[in-house]
């Protein structure tokens, strides 16, 4: 007798023993049991998720000759289903629509129709692949579906259900099957592997089932081959070897490379893997899914449910969210998702999953714009004391230089600033101003206040210290030049910087940050409110919106530190100035 592969083997041949597709398989019983059968089904979803299998079931509840009318489950024993179960039934007919797509095939197939079953109660026809048949088939089969006898019945298999006309599926039942779950499809293997007397480890289902990709068929035709190969025993590093995928050690490797900024590292373990053999498209496909499943630890934590994966590969994911944040990963997400898609279509895709990794490690060195914009140069220092006891800082950490005082070669960058920031080590000589970058892990600057302060300069001098603690600089810059004074609930704080350069700076953690320290260093629940100059009326959220003023508005544009910024660091130009204050 000739073997029979797992997928064969074990196909469910009954409602029962079908995985995954319970919305299914209950209503089709229902429908039986109230024999509401319809003359029409579209079967669509992944491939090897149970369509054809259903729809022989289906055919074998209906013709099933034990009862003496159509039953949600079939016997399996009776002539019919015994015929159906080998494909070799005169009253359930199977046609690969992908060969016999044309119209003279579904006249033919129409003609027969109009003929009753020669044994069973229907004569089924099952149509795979049916997304196959041309436009012309489909119109002939029009009518037959619209008014079929009432011995016949339609089941359509298809992975693309929108190129089936709207008008065949309008005269159908629509059934969508979904993708098998990840822990379904490993329970389904392990009981298996237990009657073929397979000794298989958890990590090797589960390499099994994650390459299977929600296909119940195709994590069976892996376990097939990895059973030619490896004998009575799986193990995770051969499945992996025979699916062409790499561990997920290598993953957290890669991504500690990444988090040490070192290209070097990243660098030479990709050239081990591609002189190993490994596929540059393969491999950023699991990198991608390595990386979705970080976030997802690091959004919901290492035992979310979303998490689809080993025991092992959570503990992975979960250090490797550990050294990143949110935003981070996003992005990193969206450079491989970028970088794959490109590997599709590109020569040279090893240079190209070179590049890929490479913007990870830049990507951390990226400042968000809304920081450049930020760092608009202050009203020179008066040279006294603020109000919240502490000299005006020299350093371009806490007041940077006006831009238009500062040549081109005397700019920072802002790599060597992040860098500086995140206490690497750079060339001195690559920046003249290398001195003056930001020092954002350096020690905060304490004030010692008693708690229950009511002293405004003291609950600001806190605020600056938390903010600065919380690498808020440019926030806690504004603020430390400002006076402050207490209005029943809030710290009221005038600084010099427009208004518009307030509400660019304080953003909502930054007044997160804020409030919290002047409601802990007061003892009582105390808001913080920003003013511009001299005006003392700020909105709800303590940030100031411009007043009315003079002047041309091309001209108080081109006069805003913001959009100076802009202009010094990305080339921008003013080409259109709409004043809504004008409008109104």
Do not use: W
């Amino acid at each position: 007798m000739s073997y029979q592969v797992l997928a064969r083997k074990y196909r469910p041949q009954r409602f029962s023993e079908v995985i995954g597709q319970e919305h299914v398989t209950r209503t089709l019983k229902n429908a039986i049991e109230q024999q509401r059968i319809a003359h029409g089904y579209i079967f669509s979803g992944h491939r090897g998720i149970g369509k054809t299998t259903i729809a022989r079931i289906l055919a074998m509840a209906l013709n099933c000759r034990s009862f003496d009318r159509p039953t949600p489950e079939p016997c399996g024993h009776c002539d019919s289903c015994v015929e159906i179960r080998a494909g070799n039934s005169v009253d359930v007919i199977e046609i690969d629509a992908a060969t016999n797509r044309g119209i003279d095939e579904i006249r033919e197939l129409r003609e027969a129709a109009r003929y009753r079953p020669a044994r069973d109660r229907y004569k089924i026809y099952i149509l795979d692949e049916a997304h196959q048949i041309t436009d012309a088939a489909f119109n002939a089969l029009l009518k037959t579906l619209e008014e079929p006898p009432a011995h016949i019945v339609f089941m359509m298999a298809t992975t693309q259900p929108e190129d089936i006309p709207q008008t065949i599926r309008s005269r159908c039942q629509n059934f969508n099957f979904h993708a098998v779950k990840f822990d379904e499809i490993v329970n389904q293997l392990r009981a298996i592997a237990q009657k073929e007397n397979i000794q298989a480890d958890d990590n090797a289902l589960a390499v099994l089932a994650e390459a299977g990709d929600g296909s119940m068929r195709d994590a069976l035709s892996i376990m097939d081959q990895a059973i030619a190969c490896c004998g009575e025993r799986l193990s995770a590093e051969v499945v992996l070897g025979l699916v062409g995928s790499v561990g997920s050690e290598v993953m957290e490797d890669l991504m500690g490379a990444v988090a040490r900024s070192s290209s070097e590292e990243a660098l030479r373990l990709l050239d081990k893997l591609m002189t190993e053999g490994q596929n540059p498209s393969h491999f950023a496909k699991q990198l991608v899914r390595f990386l979705r499943n970080t976030i997802v630890a690091k959004v919901s934590g290492a035992d979310s449910p979303l998490l689809q994966i080993s025991s092992d590969e959570r503990q992975r994911v979960a250090r490797v969210a550990e050294q990143f944040s949110e935003e981070d990963l996003a992005r990193f997400l969206q450079i491989m998702l970028r970088t794959y898609d490109e590997l599709g279509y590109r020569q040279e895709q090893r240079f190209h999953l070179e590049l890929g990794v490479l913007k990870l490690v830049h990507a951390q060195r990226l400042l968000p714009l809304e920081q450049i914009l930020s760092q608009v140069a202050p009203p020179a220092p008066s040279g006294k004391a603020t109000q919240s006891g502490k000299q005006p800082a020299t350093s371009a950490a806490s007041a940077p230089p006006a831009t238009a005082a500062r040549s081109p070669e005397s700019r920072v960058s802002p790599f060597e600033a992040d860098r500086a920031r995140k206490g690497r080590s750079y060339d001195p000589e690559m920046s003249s101003a290398a001195a003056t970058a930001p020092q954002m892990q350096s020690e905060p600057v304490g004030v010692s206040e008693p708690e229950n302060s009511s002293d405004p300069a003291l609950i600001l001098g806190r605020i600056v210290a938390d903010l600065e603690q919380a690498g808020h600089n440019s926030p806690a810059m504004i603020l430390e030049k400002g006076t402050a004074r207490i209005e029943g609930a809030d710290l009221v704080v005038t600084v010099a910087e427009k208004p518009v350069v307030i509400g660019v700076v304080f953003g909502t953690e930054p007044m997160r940050v804020a409030n919290t320290a002047a409601s802990s260093a007061a003892g009582r629940v105390l808001k913080l409110k920003i003013v511009s100059g001299t005006e003392g009326n700020g909105n709800g959220s303590g940030i100031v919106r411009p007043a009315n003023g003079g002047g041309n508005a091309r001209g108080r544009a081109a006069d805003d530190p913001v959009v100076q910024r802009m202009q010094e660091k990305f080339g921008a130009e003013i080409r259109v100035v709409i004043d809504h204050r004008e409008k109104n």
